[in-house]
């Protein structure tokens, strides 16, 4: 493999599995795609602990990191401890001030803490919270993208999406978000490219759009 691929490293959105990225197709020639799995966490980790954790994985110095969703909250997070590349988010956010008023009273009332027990025992409410309200008729389909119906993770990535403390927004920080995003509506959302159609899951149904995009948005 030649010295000048660039590494590029796929995070997906809390509780998904790697499948969220099947469709994602980089020219082989300048690209070399690795995938995160999620880890489950430790007793009373931080996120900025397990990004360090998670950090210890990559293998490639100057990488490209992506994130989906919750996912590019915790790549944010690597980048803190790494020195990458590029920086892109999707579907995500850049700081706390870009959560839904939702999250923010949930953050608030605390109410996060009873959402775990609910999603472990309902896979159907679990769907609707990491992909949005538009699943529903094609819930059998995007089952097979949820790989970590664990009640430690959840509560850890829950709580840890919900109260995310950071208000500075990271320089040179690429944020795509589609404008029917039905979890972070684009209307909270600053400097992003937007993608015309897109909801919480266009990683799976706009992938065209990101196979196109994503090399130029690398190498520009």
């Known amino acids: 493999m030649s010295q000048d691929v660039i590494h590029v490293y796929f995070m997906p959105g809390m509780a998904a599995s790697t499948k969220i990225f099947e469709y994602i197709r980089l020219p082989e020639n300048q690209f070399k795609i690795h995938y995160f799995e999620w880890l489950i966490p430790f007793d009373n980790e931080s996120l900025s602990d397990y990004a360090l954790r998670m950090s210890k994985k990559i293998e490639y110095e100057d990488c490209v990191l992506i994130g989906v969703s919750f996912g590019g909250v915790l ?20 700081s706390m001030n870009e959560l839904p008023k939702k999250m923010l009273f949930a953050k608030i009332t605390k109410a996060y803490k009873l959402l775990p027990v609910q999603l472990v025992e309902n896979m159907d409410v679990l769907a609707k919270y990491v992909f949005g309200n538009r699943i529903t008729k094609r819930f059998e389909l ?3 993208y949820l790989s970590v119906n664990n009640s430690k ?5 829950i709580k840890n999406m919900v109260c995310w403390n950071q208000s500075e927004i990271i320089p040179n920080i690429i944020h795509i978000h589609g404008d029917n995003d039905s979890v972070f509506p684009i ?10 159609g897109g909801t919480h899951i266009m990683i799976l149904n706009k992938f065209k759009w990101f196979n196109e995009n994503l090399p130029k948005l690398i190498l520009g």
Request: net charge positive; glycine share 0%; proline share 0%.
């Open 75 to 94: 790549v944010q997070e690597i980048s803190k401890h790494i020195k990458v590349k590029k920086l892109i988010i999707i579907s995500s956010v850049k």
């Open 142 to 144: 995007y089952k097979k």
């Open 153 to 157: 993770y959840l509560n850890w990535a």
């Open 187 to 196: 209307s909270n959302i600053k400097n992003c490219i937007k993608v015309t």
